[in-house]
């Protein structure tokens, strides 16, 4: 470091300014650079001065012919944004061989005495960077938006040590984060910028650092450290939140125990300084400078990316032999001269752009040729890379041209095949063969699914898509790492019958329906249409017996399956908690939504009953208690077929206190814990309730996974602040559950994925309770007269109609003290003089500490009591019943986290149906803590000869049908579709999984189920 300090400045010892501020300068070993600001190295307070962000390019210029130069005149030099091809001073495009972008100036810069034109052209170019606010990663929104494949730009207001060693240790020096906020390491190329800085002591310099979001294959190999190649960049913001979700640090100390062994610093070893410098981290042990911006999402222009004019194109890539390969005198080890035979019928003469592919070189093609045949000579191609010896260009290669229309070529040319068809391009292809597609351009993954873009069916193409449910070929498309080759990868090896030649297509896109076209990252669908390819299977392949049926969801009808082979039947195929999107062929569930609902005086059940003056203190005892209470669908005011209200998470309880007022008290041990009840209690009817006899767990319906919610070791502390009115204008006071910090704890309720059925009490002697609906809806009028029981009778009434149960474990606490009351009323039919009402329901069962008739303490420990006992009369100390038809006022909180969906019946058309692992589209990238789940059931065959399996109109909210049962009868759901073998008849339910927290949800655009016979 002393030799860099000795260095610093105009002369040795200054920190003066180096050169004048924007001028341009020519760099000791070649090359130009333009003069920052700077204090030639030797600042002692290292300023940040300005984040921007633009295009990353290589400059070209062009010769006296209007041609461009191959060799750039800047490389890594960031330009606006909005500077696109004019044709008058600019074009901007990529190279086909490094996929970087070059901006090629339409004027001189070398070989001439006025460069003006072209110094001026620059200067507009890159004069005008957008500004990254100065934000922290705490600041408020809005925040500065990147796209997703910009390059920042790090201007410091002095010369930075940029030595081979600080440029090793850029990534751990300006370091790059993702997330909300921005705490994922994000693996950036950083790399120092070679166009702007100083000379100083005679060598240059630079005051800036690039971060550059993407990474091409060229760009990482000449890294000094490892890097994946990355065409897309930043991750996407979210639209439900602006807040930063991209954020840059630059530690300003070394800590080791971090692992910060470097920072960035000025050529005297000086870092930034922190008092003046933005943002900063004072918490970080590395004190670490802060900049915080968002990155592009799909609803900003050009999908979050830079601005895009140049629209994709289908590559061809064809066998070749390079018979002659020489130096060209243009640029020695670059430039060469070709001589070559296409060797198959597909072939063309040579344009600028073409690349050629041989022995590991990637040549483009930088001027035009004819073809004589099928030769071509004197061919003028550009190296990628120094290559030493001429010779290894020679012998078998690719060459790669993008489609056009116009060209005289066959259909299959424009398609590739992994390994190759035994008669190139598409004739003779193997039943394990790959199908692949090359681009000019990076593109977006999720424009190319196996289902929508890029399908691969069986028979012969027509002119506009055949695919229906039962013809197209399941597979998967992988990308190449830089998104511009795409392979289908079958799941199955392609049917065939040994000896025969079946005829396949493959189809891009639709030419009837431009929505579907595969589009590049910025948005941009494809610059010519391909039409269908048509393939043949090699006849000496063995037999493939096996089929798929595919969902897919074009149109809002969502009915493109049919049964045994057959298309669209104007059958619904779903049934469910879903939306369609017919533009995006998607189908997404409810949107996550909370909402709280009292169970109060206000809706007509509760109205009814009978308030207690006063209260109850259980389960807030300080001597323990262990009780279970309940709440069903119409306390809460819904109906039993409103199936908005299914499939609800709860993530909140409360109660309501008695007189409005809360004391503060303390818990150490308190345990909450939810599930389904087994019993249905309904006003007229003394044996629907909560029973004595039975044990506490087995009030919880079979298979309904009681949860514990709230943990016991968390505790309830209860705070008079806490306190919140409801929409109904009732005090409420929160139970402890999901009021920390901590990741919500929800439980699902009405649960269709639940088929026990339940409401087992209420047999009574004369008349039994009816089951859904109740009989106290009837009686309060919130149903038609006479319609108690007509969904299910008792016994056999599913979980939606089913109450949640609560189970609260109070453990015994010093410091409890048991003198808040809970508001109550109790559940029972209004009395109809002179006649008493019949004896009520239990609607809460307990076993509770208290003190005894002799004066002494009886604690109970709810881990011990298995059955109720009952508590102690707090006036006599005399044990009470271990249950009544107290019925707790409060709210339930609830969250939509699931949606479920059920298929029709899916038929392969034979029986011995070995069915195989489904495919989803998309089969990755759904939003950060969303899942899609599968689970199956199967049949052989089905009672009748209805249509009632195939018509999601049929079914109900658990897929079932009142009609044609299936046979034998399912044993249940499984999410090993193995299970379903060998049965002709399938039949899946989805659950799409919401993300709570951060409001996403996953969407679907495709379910394959492929199948042997």
């Not at 020519?26 to 204090?39: A, E, L, S």
């Not at 790090?154 to 930075?160: M, Q, T, V, Y």
């Not at 001429?390 to 390994?419: I, M, R, Y």
């Not at 059920?902 to 589209?921: A, I, Q």
Request: net charge negative.
């Amino acid at each position: 470091m002393a030799g860099l300090a000795g260095a610093c400045g105009g002369s040795a010892g200054s920190s003066g300014q180096s050169g004048i501020t924007g001028k341009e300068e020519t760099k000791p070993g070649g090359g130009f650079f333009f003069v920052d600001v700077n204090g030639s190295g030797g600042s002692s307070n290292v300023r940040l001065a300005e984040v921007r962000w633009g295009r990353l390019v290589d400059v070209h210029e062009v010769d006296g012919s209007g041609k461009r130069i191959e060799d750039h005149v800047f490389r890594d030099m960031v330009i606006e944004p909005f500077v696109v091809t004019d044709n008058t001073s600019y074009v901007l495009d990529r190279n086909s061989v490094t996929q970087r972008e070059r901006l090629t100036i339409l004027a001189r810069k070398t070989g001439v005495l006025d460069t003006s034109g072209f110094d001026q052209l620059l200067a507009a170019a890159r004069d005008a960077l957008p500004l990254v606010t100065e934000k922290g990663f705490s600041a408020p929104p809005p925040f500065s938006a990147v796209p997703r494949n910009a390059c920042l730009v790090l201007r410091f207001d002095d010369c930075l040590d940029d030595r081979a060693t600080s440029a090793l240790n850029l990534p751990n020096t300006v370091k790059v984060f993702s997330g909300y906020p921005p705490s994922t390491f994000f693996a950036s190329r950083v790399v120092f910028d070679p166009n702007h800085g100083a000379l100083v002591g005679g060598l240059f310099h630079t005051t800036r650092v690039l971060v550059d979001l993407t990474a091409s294959e060229d760009e990482t190999d000449t890294l000094t450290y490892p890097l994946d190649v990355n065409p897309v960049g930043f991750p996407a913001s979210v639209s439900s939140s602006q807040s930063t979700n991209l954020g840059v640090r630059i530690p300003t100390r070394v800590d080791v125990g971090s692992g910060q062994s470097r920072v960035l610093t000025n050529l005297s070893g000086q870092p930034l300084d922190t008092s003046s410098n933005g943002p900063v981290d004072l918490l970080s042990p590395t004190r670490d400078v802060l900049r915080a911006a968002r990155s592009g999402q799909d609803g900003d222009a050009s999908n979050g990316f830079l601005p895009d004019s140049i629209r994709p194109r289908v590559v061809g890539g064809w066998p070749i032999t390079v018979t002659s390969a020489a130096n060209d005198p243009g640029d020695p080890g670059f430039d060469f001269v070709l001589a070559l035979s296409f060797t198959t019928t597909c072939l063309n003469d040579p344009a600028v752009g073409d690349v050629i592919r041989i022995n590991g070189a990637h040549l483009e093609v930088t001027q035009a040729a004819a073809l004589v045949g099928s030769d071509v000579a004197g061919l003028r191609v550009r190296s990628a890379v120094v290559v030493s010896n001429s010779l290894t260009l020679q012998g078998q290669g690719l060459f790669e041209a993008p489609f056009h229309p116009s060209l005289a070529l066959g259909n299959g040319c424009w398609v590739s095949f992994l390994p190759n068809a035994s008669a190139f391009p598409a004739t003779g292809v193997l039943t394990s063969a790959q199908v692949q597609l090359r681009f000019s351009e990076p593109m977006d993954p999720g424009t190319l699914s196996p289902f929508r873009n890029f399908l691969v069916v069986k028979g012969s193409a027509q002119a506009l898509s055949s695919a229906i449910s039962h013809n197209v070929i399941v597979g998967e498309v992988t990308p190449s790492s830089d998104l511009t080759l795409f392979s289908f990868v079958p799941k199955l090896p392609l049917p065939h019958v040994s000896g025969n030649n079946e005829t396949l297509h493959v189809e891009l896109g639709d030419p009837s329906d431009p929505l579907i076209s595969p589009r590049d990252l910025a948005g941009n669908a494809l610059r010519h249409d391909l039409p269908f390819v048509d393939f043949t299977i090699d006849p000496p392949e063995l037999d493939q017996n096996n089929g798929a049926i595919v969902l897919r969801f074009e149109d809002d009808n969502l009915d493109e399956y049919g049964a045994n082979g057959g298309g669209p039947d104007t059958f619904a195929d779903l049934r469910g908690q879903f939306f369609p999107n017919g533009e995006k062929g998607s189908i997404f569930p409810r949107a996550v939504s909370f909402a709280g609902w009292p169970a109060d005086r206000t809706n007509p059940v509760p109205r009814n009953m009978v308030p207690v003056p006063g209260g109850v203190t259980y389960p807030l005892n300080p001597l323990g208690a262990k009780l279970q209470t309940l709440w069903r669908y119409c306390d809460l005011g819904w109906n039993a077929r409103d199936e908005t209200k299914y499939d609800l998470d709860v993530v909140g309880l409360s109660w309501s206190p008695a007189a409005g007022g809360v004391q503060a008290d303390f818990y150490e041990l308190f345990e909450i814990r939810l599930g389904h009840s087994r019993w249905l209690p309904d006003e007229a009817f003394q044996t629907s309730g909560l029973p004595f006899g039975t044990t506490f767990e087995g009030n919880f319906l079979a298979d309904s996974n009681p949860k514990v919610v709230h943990s016991r070791t968390l505790g309830y502390a209860l705070n008079p602040s806490n306190r919140f009115t409801a929409t109904t204008g009732v005090v409420m006071m929160p139970y402890p559950l999901n009021l920390g910090s901590f990741p919500d704890v929800t439980y699902t309720w009405r649960d269709t994925a639940i088929l026990t059925l339940g409401a087992d009490g209420g047999a009574g002697t004369l008349t039994p309770a009816p089951g859904i609906p109740l009989d106290i809806e009837d009686v309060v009028n919130v149903i038609p007269n006479g319609t108690a029981g007509s969904i299910a009778a008792r016994t056999l009434v599913p979980s939606f109609g089913l109450p949640l149960l609560i189970e609260f474990s109070c453990f015994p606490s010093d410091s409890g003290l048991g003198i808040n009351a809970l508001d109550v009323s109790l559940g029972q039919l209004p009395a109809v003089p002179p006649a008493l009402p019949p004896p009520p329901p239990n609607f809460r069962i307990f076993s509770a500490g208290g003190i005894t008739s002799i004066g002494t303490e009886a604690p109970i420990l709810p881990d011990s009591e298995l059955i109720p006992k009952g508590g102690f009369n707090a006036t006599t100390g005399l044990t009470t019943p271990p249950g009544d038809n107290v019925f707790y006022l409060g709210q339930l909180d609830t969250v939509v986290r699931l949606s479920r969906v059920h298929t029709v019946w899916l038929d392969s058309g034979l029986g011995d149906t070995s069915w195989k692992s489904p495919v989803m589209e998309p089969a990755a990238g759904q939003p950060s803590g969303t899942l899609i789940l599968l689970d199956f059931r199967s049949a052989s065959n089905f009672s009748g000869g209805g249509t009632a399996p195939f018509n999601g109109a049929a079914l109900n909210a658990y897929g079932n049908q009142t009609t044609n049962a299936p046979l034998p009868p399912p044993i249940g759901w499984s999410s090993n579709i193995a299970l379903a073998n060998p049965k002709r008849f399938l039949q899946t339910r989805i659950t799409f999984v919401n993300n709570p927290a951060t409001g996403l949800s996953p969407e679907l655009t495709a379910l394959a189920f492929p199948y042997t016979k």
